[in-house]
């Protein structure tokens, strides 16, 4: 009996689940069935009420209205969020894929700014001939000195000398004191201004009466906005005086452009992982010279964004004009192009430092951006091998995957070369942080290119202003 109990449960059990499975399929093909019908009926050309259109108008008006739309969006979510490599900690070393069958390795040298070196980024015959080139196309001074027609540009600016002096006086107290001078005349090129320099300034302008070696606001009134400039052209500098003493080229990167150089732009954008379109439509290839005393004080590549700020590369796009335009450079990627006896160094003065503040940079007669004199203080300084590429980033992330505040970090200067001869070249990626912008950008200079001229006239044309500030 207990047997044939268990064979009777095994068999009903086995009926049961059958029915249920049964069931179950019957159930699935029935929702199967309702949803294929109801598709159908939605897609049908003329379900007999309501649409008047016939068929082929329809599909037509669809197209006509959605492509446009379809395109933009695809181009709005490819560039929502842009690609940001991870530094992990100082000294990580990470693969990278650049080439096939070669292996380079990403070392992270600072957090802050986001700093990589890839060692034989270039070959030996690549520098080479990217110097090549770069004489072929013939350098030019990187800095001449500033003109008069500065001091005009400033006065047509709305500000008073009362507003001037505020933003001047740093901790509020009614006196410019020295660094604080100093720090104003930090913006753009013109002649480095020392410690020295503003003593022999003050002497020779007889602006601080007193000699205390402060401004009041009435001894600073007495001055124009590019007093100590013009000072210092009137009674002559030497190129060793100036921000910086090289020469440069530009070397384009686009369709037709010398294979060597589109495989560097190709290899960059594997670099970055940043989407091709704003890499290729970024700033021509630079190349720099610095014959021995050469140098470039210390500087951030592309300036703050405020709301009333612009891009070079954007500003034609955007209709109005804006008091403050700067280069919106999102990336710097710098190629050492040859080794370099002595000196040259690349320094970041302030990488990893806990804290930023302008004023710091300067303690009594110190000054830490002053390449020439102090590059042995600076917290990193990167010997040029050639063949090694620099890859950092001089905006941080808005915590949305796009454009953020700048990267005050970032700040960096050349050595001055001591023996011998320096080449770099750099590949900026410009980014508006403003993605609207930065779309319609996208947009017009594709038109361009598109258009019966070259390609090289494109770009020319998108970044001739830049050239000029550069």
């Known amino acids: ?206 602006a601080d009466p007193d000699g205390n070696g402060l401004l009041s606001l009435e001894e600073f009134k007495q001055l124009n906005t590019n007093a100590f400039q013009s000072f210092l052209r009137h009674r002559g500098v ?37 989407p091709p379109e704003i890499v290729e439509h970024s700033e021509p290839l630079q190349v720099v010279k610095y014959d021995q005393g050469g140098h470039y004080h210390a500087h951030h590549d592309s300036g703050p964004i405020y709301a009333e700020t612009s891009c070079f590369h954007t500003k034609l796009v955007t209709n109005g004009s804006t008091p403050l335009e700067t280069s919106c450079r999102y990336v710097t990627v710098l190629f050492y192009l040859n080794n370099v006896s002595e000196g040259g160094e690349t320094a970041f003065p302030v990488a990893d430092n806990r804290t930023y503040e302008e004023l710091s940079l300067m303690h009594n007669d110190v000054d830490l951006r002053d390449t020439r004199q102090n590059c042995n203080r600076a917290n990193l300084l990167v010997k040029p091998v050639q063949g090694t590429a620099l890859f950092w980033y001089n905006y941080l992330s808005n915590g949305e995957g796009w454009v953020g505040e700048q990267d005050e970090y970032s700040l960096h200067g050349g050595c001055i070369v001591i023996r011998g001869t320096k080449w770099i070249a750099n590949n900026w990626i410009n980014i508006d942080p403003d993605i609207q912008r930065q779309l319609r950008f996208q947009q017009a200079i594709s038109r361009y290119a598109s258009d019966d001229a070259p390609a090289e006239w494109a770009v020319d044309t998108i970044f001739r202003d830049l050239h000029v500030e550069l």
């Open 1 to 206: 009996m207990p047997q044939k109990d268990s064979v009777c449960s095994r068999s009903y059990f086995v009926v049961v689940m059958v029915f249920v499975h049964v069931y179950i399929l019957n159930v699935l093909a029935l929702l199967l069935y309702v949803y294929y019908t109801s598709d159908s009926a939605h897609t049908a050309p003329d379900g007999g009420g309501g649409a008047s259109t016939t068929p082929g108008q329809d599909a037509s008006a669809r197209q006509e209205v959605s492509e446009p739309e379809r395109t933009a969006k695809l181009q709005q979510e490819a560039f929502t969020r842009l690609h940001r490599l991870e530094g992990i900690k100082v000294g990580h070393v990470q693969k990278v894929d650049l080439l096939p069958n070669k292996v380079h390795y990403l070392k992270t040298l600072s957090l802050k700014p986001l700093l990589f070196e890839i060692a034989n980024f270039l070959s030996e015959e690549e520098c080479k001939l990217v110097i090549h080139l770069a004489k072929l196309k013939g350098l030019q001074e990187s800095q001449i000195m500033p003109s008069d027609l500065q001091q005009e540009a400033i006065d047509e600016m709305d500000i008073s000398k009362e507003e001037i002096f505020n933003l001047l006086d740093y901790n509020q107290d009614g006196q410019l004191q020295m660094k604080e001078v100093l720090t104003h005349t930090r913006f753009g090129d013109g002649v480095w201004i020392t410690p020295e320099n503003i003593r022999e300034i003050y002497t020779g302008l007889e």
């Open 238 to 274: 030497q190129k060793t005086e100036l921000v910086r003493n090289s020469k440069h080229t530009w070397l384009y990167q686009g369709e037709g452009a010398h294979k060597i150089l589109r495989t560097i732009r190709h290899r960059v954008i594997r670099l970055t992982q940043l």
